[in-house]
């Protein structure tokens, strides 16, 4: 819970008006599922120079080797291609001998990296009892090694992918369905072409899907891409573990490169793996009519297999995170669970990206990525106030004394933008506007701003400029209206500050000796108003 508060006869400060906190809104069990790096003690640093000088050369020639015989059969791929597309399936001749090339070729490769033994539990069901398996938790280029113990199914693969040489052959030759993320009809026609494979009732072979759509650290499972759960088939879902001492094939975007990952897994003496079939998750109506929530109820089942957590992170708060990288911020500064974000709030990656630029800002002169209460102060050219601190205390969602760009963003949502009426301008406008004369001059906004924090040495002319954009002198309503709607903090401040100053002339009607430790009802407000119509959106 979080509310205003009001100073005591003993220095501490009490809440006055409870404000409701969203338990879906709260931070994740895993902050930051994208970050991952490998702790080498003293003992493995000593293996890998000893394994580079011995095993790694033996390993590269066999890579190098098996690569030589690997080049004429990926011209039978390229052959199948150019012969049949994607437009149908292979024939069951030609499907049966790709099928056995790729998975010879495919487990000498893994086995020479030093994926030795390969454990699978349970059974692969039939594309026609399952279409579609479903791998989560997607954590690694080497989850490849999926595909030879499902028996080289059809995947979903990046466009980018058909174009390295030798991989790319070996690609098509399982008919692939190519997603380019520059192509902005790229989704919809791989859900047309999943759904049209899905229910073809076995004449396409099987596909694999990764739903989570990036790699991740394996501590949680974040959300599933819909694409596999909407032609509403049964899916099998499919879990992959790596049970080693030491951790050298995790791939996160906060990580060693996938060059460096290859060169520690080279120098492993073995890297285990553990290939998972769960049972096939047959859909009800319910699910069938609603890809998410199928999704959502497959990746709990599969995380409750895995004992892992759920988390609302995607590929966006990836995207995010780059761009944090780019505004000098850290980059975990960009995460904020979009998928949850974006559908309690009603928010688009682009308004989300806007206001990671205005965030970094303001964060711009800490250290941390994060808004402590001196800068909140600075950005809005005010001193620390009490209605100041009542508003940073709202925006600070779990009361550290910071402000995160994930608690920034919910905080201008559910918080400022109810308030940033126009009812609530205009009477802001109309309390600045002393002589009602229809503009707010410089004296005028001084006068009424200096009394609200008691501060008559008061500087607000660099506020008032940054208003005052035409250097008239004097603000009209329109535009005081028009500043107020791209400023909506203001407007939070404003409310709080009236809500503080009734509470306080209620306080001054009733009895001087009135125990103010207990709680006390107090007179409706702007601010009760507009902060539960927004803070109590449907879970």
Same mark, same amino acid.
């Given at each position: 819970?979080?509310?205003?508060?009001?100073?005591?006869?003993?220095?501490?400060?009490?809440?006055?008006?409870?404000?409701?906190?969203?338990? +879906?809104?709260?931070?994740?069990?895993?902050?930051?599922?994208?970050?991952?790096?490998?702790?080498?003690?003293?003992?493995?640093?000593?293996?890998?120079?000893?394994?580079?000088?011995?095993?790694?050369?033996?390993?590269?020639? $066999?890579?190098?080797?098996?690569?030589?015989?690997?080049?004429?059969?990926?011209?039978?791929?390229?052959?199948?291609?150019?012969?049949?597309?994607?437009?149908?399936?292979?024939?069951?001749?030609?499907?049966?001998?790709?099928?056995?090339?790729?998975?010879?070729?495919?487990?000498?490769?893994?086995? $020479?990296?030093?994926?030795?033994?390969?454990?699978?539990?349970?059974?692969?069901?039939?594309?026609?009892?399952?279409?579609?398996?479903?791998?989560?938790?997607?954590?690694?280029?080497?989850?490849?090694?999926?595909?030879?113990?499902?028996?080289?199914?059809?995947?979903?693969?990046?466009?980018?992918?058909?174009?390295?040489?030798?991989?790319?052959?070996?690609?098509?030759?399982?008919?692939?369905?190519?997603?380019?993320?520059?192509?902005?009809?790229?989704?919809?026609?791989?859900?047309?072409?999943?759904?049209?494979?899905?229910?073809?009732?076995?004449?396409?072979?099987?596909?694999?899907?990764?739903?989570?759509?990036?790699?991740?650290?394996?501590?949680?499972?974040?959300?599933?891409?819909?694409?596999?759960?909407?032609?509403?088939?049964?899916?099998?879902?499919?879990?992959?573990?790596?049970?080693?001492?030491?951790?050298?094939?995790?791939?996160?975007?906060?990580?060693?490169?996938?060059?460096?990952?290859?060169?520690?897994?080279?120098?492993?003496? $073995?890297?285990?793996?553990?290939?998972?079939?769960?049972?096939?998750?047959?859909?009800?109506?319910?699910?069938?009519?609603?890809?998410?929530?199928?999704?959502?109820?497959?990746? +709990?089942?599969?995380?409750?297999?895995?004992?892992?957590?759920?988390?609302?992170?995607?590929?966006?708060?990836?995207?995010?995170?780059?761009?944090?990288?780019?505004?000098?911020?850290?980059?975990?500064?960009?995460?904020?669970?979009?998928?949850?974000?974006?559908?309690?709030?009603?928010?688009?990656?682009?308004?989300?990206?806007?206001?990671?630029?205005?965030?970094?800002?303001?964060?711009?002169?800490?250290?941390?990525?994060?808004?402590?209460?001196?800068?909140?102060?600075?950005?809005?050219?005010?001193?620390?106030?009490?209605?100041?601190?009542?508003?940073?205390?709202?925006?600070?969602?779990?009361?550290?004394?910071?402000?995160?760009?994930?608690?920034?963003?919910?905080?201008?949502?559910?918080? $400022?933008?109810?308030?940033?009426?126009?009812?609530?301008?205009?009477?802001?406008?109309?309390?600045?506007?002393?002589?009602?004369?229809?503009?707010?001059?410089?004296?005028?906004? +001084?006068?009424?701003?200096?009394?609200?924090? +008691?501060?008559?040495?008061?500087?607000?002319?660099?506020?008032?400029?940054?208003?005052?954009?035409?250097?008239?002198?004097?603000?009209?309503?329109?535009?005081?209206?028009?500043?107020?709607?791209?400023?909506?903090?203001?407007?939070?401040?404003?409310?709080?500050?009236?809500?503080?100053?009734?509470?306080?002339?209620?306080?001054?009607?009733?009895?001087?000796?009135?125990?103010?430790?207990?709680?006390?009802?107090?007179?409706?407000?702007?601010?009760?108003?507009?902060?539960?119509?927004?803070?109590?959106?449907?879970?």
């Amino acid at each position: 819970m979080s509310s205003l508060s009001w100073p005591l006869r003993d220095g501490r400060w009490r809440r006055v008006f409870p404000v409701a906190r969203q338990s +879906s809104l709260y931070q994740p069990t895993v902050l930051n599922p994208f970050i991952y790096q490998v702790r080498l003690g003293f003992t493995d640093k000593l293996r890998i120079v000893l394994a580079s000088i011995t095993l790694l050369p033996l390993r590269v020639v $066999c890579i190098f080797v098996l690569a030589i015989f690997a080049w004429p059969c990926s011209l039978f791929g390229r052959l199948c291609h150019y012969t049949y597309g994607n437009r149908e399936p292979f024939p069951s001749w030609n499907r049966r001998v790709s099928q056995v090339m790729l998975k010879v070729l495919g487990r000498a490769f893994f086995f $020479c990296v030093g994926f030795i033994q390969i454990k699978v539990k349970g059974k692969r069901a039939e594309a026609t009892e399952a279409p579609i398996l479903v791998v989560a938790p997607h954590s690694t280029f080497f989850d490849a090694i999926v595909n030879i113990v499902a028996d080289i199914p059809s995947i979903v693969s990046r466009a980018e992918n058909a174009d390295v040489p030798l991989l790319g052959p070996f690609l098509h030759s399982v008919q692939p369905i190519l997603v380019s993320r520059n192509d902005t009809d790229s989704r919809k026609h791989t859900i047309e072409e999943i759904t049209k494979r899905a229910t073809s009732k076995g004449k396409w072979p099987q596909l694999m899907i990764f739903p989570e759509g990036t790699c991740t650290n394996r501590a949680c499972l974040i959300t599933f891409k819909s694409g596999a759960f909407i032609p509403g088939v049964p899916v099998q879902p499919v879990l992959i573990r790596y049970p080693n001492r030491l951790d050298t094939i995790t791939w996160t975007w906060q990580g060693h490169a996938a060059s460096m990952l290859t060169y520690l897994t080279l120098c492993q003496p $073995c890297t285990n793996v553990e290939v998972e079939f769960l049972p096939v998750y047959v859909p009800n109506a319910e699910e069938r009519s609603d890809p998410f929530l199928y999704a959502n109820r497959v990746r +709990s089942t599969m995380a409750t297999e895995l004992d892992v957590p759920m988390t609302d992170h995607t590929f966006e708060d990836c995207r995010l995170m780059i761009s944090a990288g780019e505004l000098t911020l850290p980059m975990e500064a960009g995460l904020v669970e979009f998928t949850k974000i974006s559908r309690k709030l009603n928010l688009k990656w682009d308004n989300v990206r806007k206001q990671l630029d205005c965030f970094a800002t303001i964060a711009s002169k800490s250290k941390g990525g994060r808004i402590g209460i001196e800068e909140f102060a600075d950005h809005l050219k005010l001193p620390i106030s009490p209605p100041l601190r009542e508003v940073f205390a709202l925006f600070d969602r779990n009361g550290d004394g910071t402000i995160d760009f994930r608690e920034y963003v919910i905080g201008l949502v559910i918080l $400022c933008s109810p308030a940033n009426t126009e009812e609530t301008v205009r009477f802001a406008f109309q309390m600045f506007d002393i002589d009602e004369d229809g503009y707010i001059t410089e004296d005028e906004f +001084s006068s009424l701003l200096r009394s609200a924090f +008691s501060l008559h040495d008061l500087d607000v002319s660099q506020l008032f400029k940054t208003i005052d954009l035409n250097g008239h002198g004097k603000i009209s309503y329109e535009t005081f209206r028009e500043f107020a709607m791209t400023h909506p903090e203001y407007a939070k401040l404003f409310t709080t500050y009236l809500d503080l100053q009734r509470y306080k002339a209620w306080q001054s009607i009733t009895d001087d000796d009135v125990d103010l430790e207990k709680p006390q009802k107090v007179a409706p407000s702007i601010c009760e108003d507009s902060c539960e119509s927004s803070d109590k959106k449907e879970d």
